[in-house]
């Protein structure tokens, strides 16, 4: 039911703030849901993310608004933030998690080059 929530208002107001263990939990389950939105209005798709959705305005949001989006993108469509502060009452890592927008794009992470002393050991 958790997860449920948080991807329901992540997908109603396009990005939300909670832990980072939460942001992590709910990532690919949100993905999940936008892929099947992403192939277009099918029943069987509408209905499989209403049954998953606390609300319809959300799932029809998500098939006419946020799925066809990212028609073209293969995945990834939600990018976590870390804050840098922490929740003050028990210390947990914050984080906000939010949808990609249209024209924005992941790259891939890049490795630091090697600098070589020039000494062999």
Same mark, same amino acid.
């Given at each position: 039911?958790?997860?449920?929530?948080?991807?329901?208002?992540?997908?109603? &107001?396009?990005? !939300?703030?909670?832990?980072?263990? $939460?942001?992590?939990?709910?990532?690919?389950? @949100?993905?999940?849901? !936008?892929?099947?939105?992403?192939?277009?209005?099918?029943?069987? &798709?509408?209905?499989?993310?209403?049954? *998953?959705?606390?609300?319809?305005? *959300?799932?029809?949001?998500?098939? &006419?608004? !946020?799925?066809?989006?990212?028609?073209?993108?293969?995945?990834?469509? @939600?990018? !976590?933030? $870390?804050?840098?502060?922490?929740?003050?009452?028990?210390?947990?890592?914050?984080? *906000?998690?939010?949808?990609?927008?249209?024209?924005? @794009?992941?790259?891939?992470?890049?490795?630091?080059? *090697?600098?070589?002393?020039?000494?062999?050991?």
């Amino acid at each position: 039911m958790l997860l449920r929530n948080l991807a329901t208002a992540l997908l109603q &107001h396009g990005k !939300i703030r909670t832990t980072l263990a $939460k942001a992590k939990e709910v990532q690919p389950f @949100t993905e999940k849901l !936008i892929t099947l939105a992403k192939d277009g209005w099918n029943l069987d &798709h509408f209905r499989r993310c209403l049954a *998953v959705l606390t609300s319809r305005d *959300v799932t029809f949001k998500l098939f &006419h608004e !946020i799925g066809p989006r990212y028609q073209g993108r293969p995945g990834g469509y @939600t990018r !976590i933030y $870390k804050l840098a502060k922490v929740r003050q009452g028990d210390a947990a890592p914050m984080a *906000v998690i939010a949808l990609l927008g249209e024209s924005e @794009t992941l790259k891939a992470p890049t490795r630091p080059a *090697v600098v070589s002393s020039g000494r062999r050991s």
